[in-house]
Nanobody, 124 residues
Framework: VQLQASGGGLVQPGGSLRLSCAASMSTLDVYNIGWFRQAPGKEREGVSCVSGESRPYYEDSVKGRFTISRDNNKNTVYLQMNSLRPEDTAVYFC???????????????????WGQGTLVTVSS
């Protein structure tokens, strides 16, 4: 499966953005999908993931502010980001978990099919 992230942009602190992760094939529902980000000068980190069964997981840094969802009919996973902070500035990537189970996603598992990222800049 090939994945493509989109929806990034410039937003003021406290603002919102919705990122999309579109799959090239109509088999997205069999994959757990993770969102990751990489800020300038920092290592890539996991943000959130959703299992094939649509169970979400969030890292503490975004819990309560970000919401992940999936629309298998549209072969797309979304990341709704609210109450954005300057520290959320990063290039955001989506990727498919390799192996794993359909019920629970794992950001720390191996991921593949990394799409081209989308830049999110939170600044006044």
């Amino acid at each position: 499966v090939q994945l493509q992230a989109s929806g990034g942009g410039l937003v003021q602190p406290g603002g919102s953005l919705r990122l999309s992760c579109a799959a090239s094939m109509s088999t997205l529902d069999v994959y757990n999908i993770g969102w990751f980000r990489q800020a300038p000068g920092k290592e890539r980190e996991g943000v959130s993931c959703v299992s094939g069964e649509s169970r979400p997981y969030y890292e503490d840094s975004v819990k309560g502010r970000f919401t992940i969802s999936r629309d298998n009919n549209k072969n797309t996973v979304y990341l709704q980001m609210n109450s954005l902070r300057p520290e959320d500035t990063a290039v955001y990537f989506c990727a498919a978990e390799i192996g794993g189970n359909w019920y629970t996603c794992d950001l720390r598992a191996e991921h593949g099919s990394w799409g081209q990222g989308t830049l999110v800049t939170v600044s006044s």
